[in-house]
Antibody, heavy 124, light 110 residues
C-alpha cells in the first residue's frame, strides 16, 4: 500500500527555521517526482516546491524561493523541506504529494497520493 | 502569477449535473493539457479526480469528467450524490516549472 507521511511541523517564531520530512513507502520512491503543497487556515491549496525523481532538479514557488530548500534521500525514501526565514504567511498545513504518469515537468499536477499533512505555525 | 479563477460555490440536487469552471490564461490552462481537479472533504487530504484535462484515475466514478476550451477548464459532475459534497480545486501547469491552483469551489448537494 502506498503511503506518504509528513512530520516535523510545529510552532516557529518569525525568522526561525523548521525542517519537514515526508516518509514514503509502498512504491519505488526513486522513480517518482515529489512535491510540497500547502494550505493556509481556511484557505485554498498553494504549490510550494517540487523535486525530480533523482533529486537533481529543484523547483520553487516565488513566495518561498530563497528561503525554502527541497531535497530527498532516495536511500531512505524520505523527502525534506528545509524552511528558513519563516514568516507569518507561511502558516499552513503542509502536504507532500507523489507525482504519477509522464509529464514534461516534475511539477505537473498529476498527484495521486497525498499525506495527511503536518501543521506549521509561525507566530511570536 | 495569480491563482486560477474558480466560482466560490456551486450546488445541485441529487441526480442533477453541475459544472465547475476554472479560468486561467494562455500561459497556463490554455497553454498545456496538464489540468487536474482535486476533491477535498473537510479535514482530509485532496484526492485527484481528473488529470491531464479529462483523464480519470482508476476508482473515480465515471460521473466525474473534465474538459477544456481555450483558457477555461471545467469539471462536470453528473448524477450528483450526497458524498460529492466537498471542496474542489483545479490545478494547472503554468510553464517554467510553475504550478497554479484555483481558489477552490465549495460544492453543496441540496
Amino acid at each position: 500500500e502506498v503511503q506518504v507521511l509528513e512530520s516535523g511541523g510545529g510552532l516557529a517564531q518569525p525568522g526561525g527555521s523548521l525542517r519537514l520530512s515526508c516518509a514514503a513507502s509502498g512504491f519505488t520512491f526513486s522513480d517518482y517526482a515529489m512535491n510540497w503543497v500547502r494550505q493556509g487556515p481556511e484557505k485554498g491549496l498553494e504549490w510550494v516546491s517540487g523535486i525530480s525523481a533523482g533529486g537533481a532538479n529543484l523547483y520553487y514557488a516565488d513566495s518561498v524561493r530563497g528561503r525554502f530548500t527541497v531535497s530527498r534521500d532516495n536511500s531512505r525514501n524520505i523527502l525534506y523541506l528545509q524552511m528558513n526565514s519563516l514568516r507569518a504567511e507561511d502558516t499552513a498545513l503542509y502536504y507532500c504529494a507523489k507525482r504519477f504518469g509522464s509529464c514534461l515537468s516534475a511539477v505537473c499536477p498529476n498527484f495521486d497520493y497525498w499525506g495527511p499533512g503536518t501543521l506549521v505555525t509561525v507566530s511570536s | 502569477q495569480s491563482a486560477l479563477t474558480q466560482p466560490p460555490s456551486a450546488s445541485g440536487s441529487p441526480g442533477q449535473s453541475v459544472t465547475i469552471s476554472c479560468t486561467g490564461s494562455s500561459s497556463d490552462v490554455g497553454g498545456y493539457n496538464y489540468v487536474s481537479w482535486f476533491q477535498q472533504h473537510p479535514g482530509k487530504a485532496p484526492k485527484v479526480m481528473i488529470y491531464e484535462v479529462n483523464k480519470r484515475p482508476s476508482g473515480v466514478p465515471d460521473r466525474f469528467s473534465g474538459s477544456k476550451s481555450g483558457n477555461t477548464a471545467s469539471l462536470i459532475v453528473s448524477g450528483l450524490q450526497p458524498e460529492d459534497e466537498a471542496d474542489y480545486y483545479c490545478s494547472s501547469y503554468a510553464g517554467s516549472n510553475n504550478l497554479l491552483f484555483g481558489g477552490g469551489t465549495k460544492l453543496t448537494v441540496l
